[in-house]
């Protein structure tokens, strides 16, 4: 069964950091894709960044901010927010995808629980 476990969300100020982590069991770490996203109530999914399954490629819709990384002998994936705004507010998911690199969130293989991130002004 694949596991996917986020962890090191939390509330945070306007400016602040937080690394987020996302724990993989059940399927070689180096033959899935992950994708981070974000949800608020009412919306869709939005992608946040990706890392390909030979870490080749690592994309951010905000590169200024926000960087994603993987570590394979943890079989953990991290997702580095810097410069949090209150507009970072959301329920971030951990997502993974048997494959090169990720989709849309409907189109991953298997999804986290999702974590909040709540950033205060």
């Known amino acids: 069964e694949v596991q996917l476990v986020e962890s090191g969300g939390g509330a945070v100020q306007t400016g602040g950091s937080l690394r987020l982590s996302c724990a993989v069991s059940?399927?070689?770490?180096?033959?899935?894709?992950i994708g981070w996203f974000r949800q608020v109530p009412g919306k869709e999914h939005e992608g946040v960044s990706c890392?390909?399954?030979?870490?080749?490629t690592a994309v951010s819709a905000d590169s200024a901010r926000f960087t994603v990384s993987r570590d394979k002998l943890k079989n953990t994936v991290y997702l580095q927010m810097n410069s949090l705004k209150p507009e970072d507010t959301a329920v971030y998911y951990c997502?993974?995808?048997?494959?090169?690199?990720?989709?849309?969130?409907?189109?991953?293989?298997?999804w986290g629980k999702g974590i909040l991130v709540t950033v205060s002004s």
């Open positions: 890392i390909s399954s030979k870490e080749d």
């Open positions: 997502s993974a995808r048997r494959g090169y690199y990720c989709k849309t969130y409907s189109a991953m293989d298997y």
């Open positions: 059940g399927f070689p770490f180096d033959d899935l894709a």
